[in-house]
Nanobody, 120 residues
């Protein structure tokens, strides 16, 4: 089973940018996604990308501000986050191997998460 490791989280002021990375332990052409979980809230879908990067999917709350991409040669997934808001504060997780074709729901493989904190 592939293993995922996220990085790139941190503290940023509102309006700023961060780029998250997720490295897989081996090459995968699975659909991959980003999710986030804020304190006291359920985990929510952020974005997903098809195996070769030709199709992307976004939650309405991040459309136009976040961009998902991948580099399969580097076994890597990215999330560029711009115009960050306080409500984007959460632990961000990357995921692989979706269980269904609804890429906003269940995945079989998860990373450990990286904290993103946006100060207002």
């Amino acid at each position: 089973q592939v293993q995922l490791v996220e990085s790139g989280g941190g503290l940023v002021q509102a309006g700023g940018s961060l780029r998250l990375s997720c490295v897989a332990s081996r090459r995968t052409f699975s659909v991959m996604g980003w999710f986030r979980q804020a304190p006291g809230k359920e985990r929510e879908f952020v974005a997903a990308i098809s195996g070769r990067g030709r199709s992307t999917y976004y939650a309405d709350s991040v459309k136009g501000r976040f961009s998902i991409s991948r580099d399969n040669a580097k076994n890597s997934l990215y999330l560029q986050m711009n115009s960050l808001k306080a409500e984007d504060t959460a632990v961000y997780y990357c995921a692989s191997d979706p269980r269904t074709t609804d890429y906003s729901t269940a995945y079989d493989v998860w990373g450990q998460g990286t904290q993103v904190t946006v100060s207002s």
